[in-house]
């Protein structure tokens, strides 16, 4: 599950000087991170320190009040949120949010709606290899699944179209063990395929494990990064969470 050694040239996603704002409340100050392609990025912090927010903001949820996002070089910022996906970003949410009342199936084939895709016979093999445990539940309602093959499943509807970036917010909260194990495992096969990975991660250790570069958010800024294998070791890191 370590980060790789080597990565393929090219900013795929740049953020810059982005602020966003929950009512009057300045939640999001000045971030600024970028994601080459076939990185895993952690975006790490505290609870309440912005991640999540930076994470909606970048997808179009929260409206940005300066800033740049770029992906692959094209200006995100003001677009509606089903464009900025259909332009390869996609976000997995903390809560999940699978169509609890729907089968397995039909979760994935309503994310397939809508995109030109070329063979959904074969999108949905490459789901199934990461997550076999799906084709076997294909037929059951989402409710019946497990929280950690929610998760599968939230995940794989996130890799419908191939994007370019997924966003991942909090994929192991509230996992059996094995389930951590296997959702993290799921993810370095998912950056394998060259999707970059921007994740917010409260099990920091795991997060520093998997991911090639981090950054640490504090009061809404970022206050460290660096190479995951540095960030590990610096000694503001303890400062910023606890680990």
């Excluded at 971030?31 to 975006?43: D, M, N």
């Excluded at 999108?123 to 309602?141: D, K, M, N, V």
Aim: cysteine-free; glycine content about 12%; aromatic content about 4%.
């Amino acid at each position: 599950m370590s980060g790789g050694d080597e990565m393929n040239d090219g900013e795929v996603l740049t953020v810059n000087d982005l602020h966003a704002f929950y009512g009057p409340s300045h939640i999001v100050q000045g971030v600024s991170l970028s994601v080459r392609r076939g990185q895993i990025v952690a975006l790490l912090g505290r609870n309440g320190v912005g991640k999540t927010t930076t994470l909606r903001a970048i997808m179009g949820l929260v409206p940005s009040r300066r800033g740049s996002v770029r992906l692959e070089g094209k200006e995100i910022v003001g677009l509606p949120t089903h464009e900025i996906s259909r332009l390869g970003l996609s976000y997995v949410p903390e809560d999940r949010r699978v169509f609890r009342g729907l089968t397995v199936w039909d979760n994935l084939r309503l994310a397939m709606l809508g995109r030109r895709l070329g063979n959904e016979r074969g999108q949905l093999e490459a789901i199934y290899e990461l997550f076999p445990i799906l084709r076997e539940r294909g037929g059951q309602e989402a409710r019946t699944l497990s929280g950690g093959e929610q998760q599968m499943l939230a995940i794989a509807r996130a890799l419908i179209g191939e994007p370019k970036v997924i966003l991942v917010d909090e994929p192991t909260q509230g996992l059996a063990p094995t389930f951590v194990e296997r959702i993290a495992d799921a993810l370095a096969k998912v950056r394998e395929r060259g999707i970059s990975i921007l994740l917010v991660e409260q099990n920091v250790p795991l997060a520093l494990e998997m991911a090639d570069v981090a950054y640490i958010m504090d009061k809404g800024r970022i206050a460290l990064s660096g190479p995951a294998s540095e960030v590990r070791e610096s000694p503001l890191l303890k400062e910023l969470i606890s680990v």
